[in-house]
């Protein structure tokens, strides 16, 4: 087996731990990560593992369109690695923090307030992936000097929608958590 398919593999195991421990114990009261290791600022992990899943694919496409240079290669396989690293950590220390309590204002905020949200968020996600697209249009059609910029604002536009995505997730979460709850 090879490192890629192995790396590939462990990607899906942690994907599916990850799952299972956020169902488990649901969203922390603050991100998991700090911002400079993980851009979707989650307070749940399975987020954290999409977003490390990207930076792998990342890698791979930039290889495979033979836009990947040795410093992008260095630094997306150093954030890769500390990624893998934190959420590995994280799944073999989530025992020890199950019985810490849900922050209190987590409780307080009435439902109707959670459907404004999810609203808000799901005009913000249509607007993103119309962004997603002009911005990889750019891309297909930039040539030389402009590639890297335009790599770059596509890339910043698909970690604006994963963010939102992962918001309306949470949102949709804590509907749900209302609603039994009520």
């Known amino acids: 087996m090879s490192q890629i398919s192995q790396l590939k593999e462990k990607l899906a195991q942690m994907?599916?731990?990850?799952?299972q421990l956020d169902k488990q114990r649901g969203e922390h009261h603050q991100a998991l990560f700090d911002s400079s290791l993980f851009h979707c600022r989650s307070k749940l992990l399975h987020p954290c593992v999409v977003e490390t899943t990207?930076?792998?694919e990342s890698i791979l496409r930039e290889q495979q369109h033979g836009r990947l240079t040795k410093e992008r290669a260095e630094y997306l396989s150093e954030r890769l690695?500390?990624?893998?690293?934190?959420?590995?950590?994280?799944?073999?220390?989530?025992?020890?923090?199950?019985?810490?309590?849900?922050?209190?204002?987590?409780?307080?905020?009435?439902?109707?307030?959670?459907?404004?949200?999810?609203?808000?968020?799901k005009e913000w996600e249509r607007q993103l992936m119309e962004m997603v697209i002009d911005?990889?249009?750019?891309?297909?059609?930039?040539?030389?000097?402009?590639?890297?910029?335009?790599?770059?604002?596509?890339?910043?536009?698909?970690?604006?929608?994963?963010?939102?995505?992962?918001?309306?997730?949470?949102?949709?979460?804590?509907?749900?958590?209302?609603?039994?709850?009520q």
């Open 54 to 56: 990207q930076t792998y």
């Open 135 to 181: 911005r990889q249009n750019a891309l297909d059609s930039a040539l030389g000097f402009n590639q890297g910029q335009a790599q770059q604002a596509l890339l910043t536009a698909e970690q604006r929608l994963q963010r939102c995505r992962e918001a309306i997730i949470r949102i949709e979460k804590q509907i749900t958590y209302k609603e039994q709850h």
């Open 15 to 19: 994907s599916h731990s990850a799952t």
């Open 81 to 121: 690695l500390a990624q893998i690293s934190a959420i590995t950590r994280e799944l073999s220390t989530a025992h020890f923090r199950k019985d810490e309590p849900k922050h209190k204002s987590y409780y307080r905020k009435p439902i109707n307030a959670f459907y404004q949200d999810l609203a808000k968020h």
